[in-house]
């Protein structure tokens, strides 16, 4: 009797076992969801807070939301990076335009364009500015070639002059004026 009753003991601690280690493994394993949207702050040249944007997925790509202030008034070149690093004061860490098919810059530009090229950024005589725009060359679900949800981030970079949005690799945008990251 003593023996039946080890066993049937024994048996019992080895499902409960086995049943927390299921739950364990289920949970581990499990994705979390693809974010809905991705916010970032912007910095200027003197690391000064500049603006804010927010990407959010929509169908078939990334909206884009950018407010700015204390930017030089005039029309200023907007492209996604690849890179989520933005020190100031050239912002050359946040790297080259986010370009996973290896085109050229450029809207205009018939071998173009990078998934990171955007319609051009205007700031008023105030140097405030919004922008709104959506590219359906980049979405926010990982694994996909065009994510920008990768181990690197991605960043949004404000140049200092027009996009003349045929020229590669930057439009003659000239400087990096202001820039933020995301992971």
Known sequence: MKKIQIMVTAGVSLLILSGCSAAKTTAVTEAAPPPTSVSLSLIGSNNQPVGKAELTAV???VQLDVQVSGLPPGVHGIHIHEKAV???PTFDSAGSHFNPQKKEHGFLNPKGFHAGDLPNLVVDAQGNGTFRA???SAVLVPDKPNSLIKPDGFS?????KEDDLKTDPSGNSGKRIACGGAK
């Not at 949004?156 to 200092?160: F, G, K, Q, R």
């Open 86 to 88: 933005c020190e100031a």
């Open 156 to 160: 949004l970079v404000i140049h200092e």
């Open 59 to 61: 169908k078939d790509g």
């Open 134 to 136: 959506v590219t359906k």
